[in-house]
């Protein structure tokens, strides 16, 4: 009898044991999202930034206890080489682990709408830092959204202030044909219309150049029978800095404006600190212009860690972008989609991020985003410009 009541106390011990192993492990299961970005390839810089970023952003939230109860936040990244087809891919080994609750993409106009459509089928959240296109909220996704600014708003930007900043008349517009670059071209095109209608300025030059190509000798040249005023170079980094130097040894030496993706370190590093210098860009706050009460201790923390600061803002945003999906998550005790969905289009107002409030609309745009224009001054830094 004492053994059969022994054996039945033992059974029932293990019984508890097995049982509360896993609801304790449960407890303590990470919360996992997904980074989608360019690891490899000629934009590396931009993704190991975001990478770095996202990864502060979740240690800050994770030293404060996680959420949901002390779950800690695990970052998964994939690499997407800032190319459409890789993209597609990417996308679908994080939709394929089933405990990526929600993703963060990526860098590139053209490697995002992919991803974004195979996340929208899988009822996937998904939320771009660095993909600017406006079709990409007018697609009608519902699980897709965008934390940077799109390209109608930066063109206006262009066509309003700084076109009467120097007083332009004739205008060079080149772009690379990619998604994004050739957006920004044609909303620029787009805001400027009216000046042009009213006989204030001319579009003298329209042209695209090849991605990947380093002798832009001919579209220059081109570029320089037309005499403009400003030029203004909507494509990314690696040629805008081959652009600028060689449209400068042809004796091109009108102001180089360029527009959000194109000026960064490596941009300077690219075209070289005389040639860089006196370069402007269109752009949303940079990482050093931050001042809100958690740019400080984000910064810091990325310092701390890194020895420097972003010098995109694409980046920060990708780490807002975790900052914002985690607040979600912790607010309605939830990783459903649809439950998240509802809580940032209706419900999140103001969320206090590292580059300000952040709220979205019914399409995922995000509201209050703003523009200013830079320069490149003469330690190679980009400073807000004040003429």
């Known amino acids: 009898m004492k053994k059969v009541n022994i054996l039945i106390m033992i059974t029932i011990v293990l019984l508890i044991g097995v049982i509360s192993i896993p609801v304790v492990a449960a407890d303590k299961l990470p919360v996992v999202i997904g980074l989608q970005g360019p690891i490899t390839g000629a934009y590396a810089i931009e993704g190991e930034m ?11 939230i994770n030293e404060k206890g996680g959420i949901l109860d002390g779950r800690m936040i695990e970052i998964r990244v994939v690499d997407d080489a800032c190319q459409p087809k890789a993209g597609a891919l990417a996308a679908m080994k994080l939709i394929s682990q089933k405990d990526v609750v929600a993703a963060i993409q990526t860098y590139g106009s053209s490697v995002t709408q992919p991803g974004a459509d195979l996340y929208e089928k899988f009822k996937k959240i998904n939320m771009a830092y660095g993909a600017g296109i406006v079709e990409l909220t007018r697609k009608g996704y519902k699980y897709f959204f965008r934390m940077c600014s799109s390209v109608d708003k930066q063109g206006n930007f262009f066509a309003n202030k700084v076109v009467p900043l120097f007083n332009a008349k004739k205008i060079a517009i080149m772009h690379d044909n990619q998604s994004f670059s050739a957006g920004l071209a044609e909303y ?58 060689q449209a400068r040894n042809i004796g091109i030496t009108c102001p180089f404006i360029g527009g959000d993706s194109a000026i960064n370190s490596e941009f300077i590093k690219i075209a070289g600190l005389e040639m860089a210098k006196g370069c402007f860009m269109t752009q949303e706050p940079m990482p050093s212009e931050l001042s809100y009460s958690k740019s400080k201790m984000f910064l810091e923390a990325y310092q701390a860690k890194y ?11 990708a780490g807002d972008s975790l900052n914002v999906i985690a607040y979600a998550i912790d607010e309605t005790g939830s990783t459903d989609s649809d439950v998240l969905v509802d809580y940032l289009k209706n419900k999140m107002n103001n969320f206090n991020g590292v580059t300000g409030p952040i709220g979205f609309d019914e399409r995922g745009d995000r509201t209050g985003t703003l523009h200013t224009l830079y320069v490149v001054n003469d330690k190679g830094e980009l400073e807000i410009y004040n003429p």
């Not at 975001?50 to 800050?60: D, F, G, R």
């Not at 020895?307 to 945003?317: H, L, N, R």
Request: hydrophobic share 40%.
């Open 50 to 60: 975001a990478k770095q970023c996202v990864e502060i952003a979740a240690s800050l």
């Open 188 to 245: 620029t095109k787009i805001g400027l219309q009216s000046k042009i209608d009213a006989g204030e300025v001319e579009i003298v030059y329209y042209d695209a150049i090849n991605p990947g190509e380093s002798d832009f000798a001919v579209p220059l040249t081109k570029l320089r029978e037309t005499n403009p005023d400003i030029i203004y170079f909507t494509g990314y980094f690696p040629e805008a800095a081959l652009v600028v130097r």
């Open 307 to 317: 020895g420097e600061i972003p010098s995109s803002p694409w980046a920060v945003y």
